[in-house]
Structures are given as structure tokens and as C-alpha cells.
């Protein structure tokens, strides 16, 4: 049996994928990002960081808002690809940093800003993280999550979870919202505002961005296939493999 850690499972899933998701139009785009952007606003004095940059839409989106943005993520490609991309902008005030969610090497309360999007999920130590991510947040600052989130209820939850794992081996766990409103609130954050959105996959490109084997993407086919009526129905489940799931965007600040 391979001996990886979860991290390097991780690693070995993004490092080559980095392109693809500088490329994403789910992720360089979307409602979430507007939403973020209103409620962070202009902040030129602050420092902000964002955890998981993955191919760093979130950073840059930051980077038009404050002062100085840190883009941490466990993949150096993905690093690579943000502050070549950052570059490329024009961006000067993007700074990348290799680092897990949860062992952020700052001191604590360096930060204005913390944020994280589309990363969670894959985080070994989800709860770890959170925490991490308060203890480098100042005591008067703003913290954002977004994620996908699961059903509250288990039958499409098990779904969700599935078709993740399926697609990515690196997945770990899509939280329900009240899952995140407990383990925020445990780890010293009190959340001001949640809106959620939903998000449409398409199935091919979805598929594709993390190179789904081949034998991976005809389980999630034949799964699908196999979809009960309401099943089917909480996922917008289309023809072609398409679906839709909810995200949400969770504004907090200390508690
Ligand atoms: C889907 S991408 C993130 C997308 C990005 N935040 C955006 O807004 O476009 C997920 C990223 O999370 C990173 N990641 C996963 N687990 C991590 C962890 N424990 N610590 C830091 N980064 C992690 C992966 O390497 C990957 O680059």
C-alpha cells in the first residue's frame, strides 16, 4: 500500500493541475467574489491572507482592495502560477508563502484580512485550520470562508461526498452550514452575515480541470445513472452529467 500522507495526496493532485485552475471560469469568476469584495471594501492599510490560494483568484481579487495580500497553498506550482500570473497584472502587492491551512507560520494577530475559497474540503485538519486562521487574525478583523456546502440532509450528502472522492482523492469532507457554525464558533470566530449561491458544474470540464481517471469518471456516470428521483432533483442532475450543488460565503470576525 502507498505510504503518503494526506498532504502529499494533495500535492500530487494540484501540482499539475495549477493551469487549469488559473484557467477555471468557476473559479475566476462568480457571485461569491462580488460578494466579497462588497463586504471587504477598500482597506489600503491592511494585510490580508488567503489560505489555499489554489490558482489565487481570490488574491488577486484581494490585491485591488488592500494594502498587502499573502497567498499561502500546500502546492508550489500553484504558487508558481499566481505570482507569475500576479506579474503579469501588474499586481506588486501579492506575496506567496508555502504553508498548510493548518500550521500557519505567522505571529499571531498579523493579519486584517483572512480569507479562504473552494479549499477547506481538503483540508486534513478542517477544524485545525479554522483555528490557525483566527490566531493570526487581529482582534478587530474580518475573516471569510467559502466553500461548497453539503446537505443538511444525509441522502444527498452521501451523494455530494461520493462524487467529490470520485473526482478527487483528495477530497475530504464538503461541511453543512451548521457544520461550519459550530466549528467557527469553536474556534473563537462570530459570524456576522452567510449567503449562499448556487453553483452549476459542467460535467466534462469539471472532470477534466482534475484529470479524473477514466475508470473514476464512469463510477460517477453509472452513479449518476442510478439517481433517485430526489437525488436527482437536489443536484439539478442533467443529462450530460452536469449538476449543480450550493456554496456558501460566511463573512466573521473574534469572538
Ligand atoms: C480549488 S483550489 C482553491 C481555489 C482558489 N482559492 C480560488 O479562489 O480560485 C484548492 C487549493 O487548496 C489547496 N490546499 C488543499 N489543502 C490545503 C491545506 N491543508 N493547506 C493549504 N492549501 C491547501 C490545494 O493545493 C489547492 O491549490
Same mark, same amino acid.
Not at 104 to 116: G, K, R, W
Not at 185 to 213: D, H, K
Not at 228 to 235: D, H, I
Given at each position: 500500500?502507498?505510504?503518503?500522507?494526506?498532504?502529499?495526496?494533495? !500535492?500530487?493532485?494540484?501540482? *499539475?493541475?495549477?493551469?487549469?485552475?488559473?484557467?477555471?471560469?468557476?473559479?475566476?469568476?462568480?457571485?461569491?467574489?462580488?460578494?466579497?469584495?462588497?463586504?471587504?471594501?477598500?482597506? /489600503?492599510?491592511?494585510?490580508?491572507? +488567503?489560505?489555499?490560494?489554489?490558482?489565487?483568484?481570490?488574491?488577486?481579487?484581494?490585491?485591488?482592495? !488592500?494594502?498587502?495580500?499573502?497567498?499561502?497553498?500546500?502546492?508550489? /506550482?500553484?504558487?508558481?502560477?499566481? $505570482?507569475?500570473?500576479?506579474?503579469?497584472?501588474?499586481?506588486?502587492?501579492?506575496?506567496?508563502?508555502?504553508?498548510?491551512?493548518?500550521?500557519?507560520?505567522?505571529? /499571531?494577530?498579523?493579519?486584517?484580512?483572512?480569507?479562504?475559497?473552494?479549499?477547506?474540503? &481538503?483540508?486534513? &485538519?478542517?477544524?485545525?485550520? #479554522?483555528?490557525?486562521?483566527?490566531?493570526?487574525? =487581529?482582534?478587530?478583523?474580518?475573516?471569510?470562508? $467559502?466553500?461548497? !456546502? $453539503?446537505?443538511?440532509?444525509?441522502?444527498?450528502?452521501?451523494?455530494?461526498? *461520493?462524487?467529490? %472522492?470520485?473526482?478527487?482523492?483528495?477530497?475530504?469532507?464538503?461541511?453543512? #452550514?451548521?457544520?461550519? =457554525? =459550530?466549528? #467557527?464558533?469553536?474556534?473563537?470566530?462570530?459570524?456576522?452575515?452567510?449567503?449562499?449561491?448556487?453553483?452549476?458544474?459542467?460535467?466534462?470540464?469539471?472532470?477534466?480541470?482534475?484529470?479524473? *481517471? /477514466?475508470?473514476?469518471?464512469?463510477?460517477?456516470?453509472? %452513479?449518476?445513472?442510478?439517481?433517485? $428521483?430526489?437525488?436527482?432533483?437536489?443536484?439539478? #442532475?442533467?443529462?450530460?452529467?452536469?449538476?449543480? @450543488? +450550493?456554496?456558501?460565503? @460566511?463573512?466573521?470576525?473574534?469572538?
Amino acid at each position: 500500500m502507498p505510504a503518503t500522507s494526506h498532504d502529499n495526496l494533495v !500535492v500530487s493532485q494540484y501540482d *499539475s493541475r495549477a493551469a487549469a485552475y488559473l484557467r477555471s471560469t468557476v473559479h475566476a469568476s462568480g457571485p461569491d467574489l462580488v460578494w466579497i469584495a462588497e463586504r471587504v471594501g477598500h482597506r /489600503p492599510e491592511a494585510i490580508a491572507l +488567503d489560505v489555499g490560494c489554489g490558482g489565487g483568484h481570490l488574491s488577486f481579487l484581494l490585491a485591488g482592495l !488592500v494594502g498587502h495580500v499573502v497567498a499561502c497553498d500546500l502546492s508550489r /506550482p500553484m504558487l508558481q502560477t499566481v $505570482a507569475a500570473e500576479a506579474d503579469r497584472r501588474g499586481l506588486r502587492n501579492i506575496a506567496v508563502r508555502e504553508m498548510a491551512a493548518e500550521d500557519l507560520a505567522f505571529a /499571531p494577530a498579523s493579519f486584517d484580512v483572512v480569507t479562504t475559497r473552494y479549499s477547506a474540503h &481538503h483540508w486534513r &485538519h478542517w477544524q485545525g485550520g #479554522l483555528q490557525a486562521m483566527r490566531r493570526v487574525l =487581529k482582534p478587530q478583523g474580518l475573516a471569510v470562508f $467559502a466553500d461548497v !456546502v $453539503a446537505p443538511e440532509d444525509a441522502l444527498p450528502d452521501t451523494w455530494l461526498q *461520493s462524487l467529490e %472522492l470520485l473526482r478527487d482523492p483528495s477530497h475530504v469532507r464538503n461541511a453543512s #452550514l451548521q457544520e461550519w =457554525k =459550530k466549528a #467557527l464558533a469553536s474556534s473563537g470566530f462570530a459570524v456576522l452575515e452567510v449567503t449562499r449561491f448556487r453553483l452549476r458544474l459542467e460535467f466534462a470540464s469539471w472532470l477534466e480541470r482534475m484529470r479524473t *481517471s /477514466p475508470v473514476h469518471a464512469a463510477a460517477i456516470r453509472s %452513479l449518476q445513472l442510478l439517481a433517485s $428521483a430526489e437525488v436527482a432533483e437536489y443536484f439539478s #442532475l442533467e443529462e450530460d452529467g452536469s449538476f449543480s @450543488i +450550493d456554496t456558501a460565503v @460566511i463573512l466573521a470576525r473574534p469572538l
